[in-house]
């Protein structure tokens, strides 16, 4: 894609939507204690990525962007784009806060839990500035090893444990640590005496290393696995078989069975857009191609098609943007 080229990016409302959005409008009394409401503060609570709580007040008319600088300055966190405050629904599908639009228009019940988290994951770690960013990038990769969102082979949780080891316990010192120090250290999911006992054999070659040097090497080695930065939406093909999209840094990704089967990288897009639970993206001719092709794919409904297409855009919008920084 040329620089400055642009996907189109196209919603469809509802009949209703737009029925609603054209009708006579009619101006509704709010009731006094709706009125009170969206003025009372609320007390608003925010999982950090190392599992600590951040409490703040907030009420309806507030911006999420408040909140999100709030703990932004509460970690000393200065490139903060690559971040942002998701949250479960009732469905538990994770979404993300527009951080431009107040609260209310947001989220609907209460209590208001959140998650900061990384929403953008650099292709190149070393391409960040600040120490801070780095370690919370690696909080939120080991976070999603933890949790089965980021495979690893045996020797990949071996050595990334290792990193994390002499990161935040330092050098191996065995008067110290002992030969079970690294029983309550989580780096994996099932963790077992094995996989320790490979990840100590590991950590006794990074004597020396610095937190700072040893998160990059963490970082330098998490960035090269396959599922690293990929946010992934359950849907069907046009055959209806079950596949999972993943939406990163480079394009659009389709798997079938933990196999990924087709990659249209960004340049490749010309439009993405939804219809109720279909989501379409058109296709540049290929080198031998004459024409455009449009590829559909169904999702479980119209929220869960809206979502993947907000996160379509959202990240070929942010990482053109990053490229076009580096490159001016």
């Not at 010192?173 to 029983?183: A, K, R």
């Amino acid at each position: 894609m040329a620089e400055g080229d642009s996907i189109e990016q196209k919603s469809e409302a509802s009949t209703a939507e737009v029925a609603q959005e054209n009708g006579p409008k009619t101006k509704k009394r709010k009731p006094r204690s709706a009125t009170n409401l969206s003025s009372k503060d609320t007390n608003c609570k925010v999982i950090l990525l190392d599992g600590t709580e951040f409490e703040s007040q907030a009420n309806r008319r507030t911006k999420a962007g408040d909140l999100f600088d709030k703990i932004c300055d509460h970690l000393n966190l200065l490139e903060k784009d690559y971040f942002g405050l998701s949250y479960r629904d009732h469905e538990d599908s994770r979404n993300w806060l527009n951080l431009d639009k107040r609260m209310g228009k947001q989220i609907q019940n209460l209590p208001w839990i959140f998650n900061f988290e990384v929403k953008f994951y650099p292709p190149d770690p070393t391409q960040l500035q600040e120490d801070i960013t780095r370690y919370l990038l690696c909080l939120q990769i080991r976070n999603d090893i933890l949790s089965g969102r980021l495979p690893c082979s045996f020797v990949t949780h071996a050595m990334l444990g290792s990193y994390l080891a002499q990161s935040e316990l330092g050098d191996f010192e065995p008067e110290e640590h002992g030969s079970n120090y690294l029983s309550e250290f989580r780096f994996a999911p099932n963790q077992t005496h094995e996989l320790e006992e490979k990840v100590c054999e590991l950590h006794k070659q990074h004597r020396g290393q610095t937190s700072a040097e040893s998160e990059i090497q963490y970082l330098e080695n998490a960035r090269k696995l396959a599922m690293y930065g990929v946010d992934l939406h359950q849907a069907k093909d046009s055959a209806g078989v079950d596949i999972m999209m993943g939406v990163c840094a480079s394009g659009l990704l389709v798997y079938r069975d933990r196999l990924r089967i087709n990659r249209f990288a960004w340049p490749k897009i010309l439009k993405i857009s939804y219809k109720r639970n279909n989501f379409y993206i058109k296709i540049r001719p290929g080198e031998f191609e004459q024409y455009e092709s449009t590829i559909g794919f169904k999702l479980a409904n119209h929220k869960a098609a809206k979502r993947l297409w907000k996160t379509c855009v959202e990240h070929h919008t942010f990482f053109r943007y990053i490229l076009d920084m580096l490159y001016d």
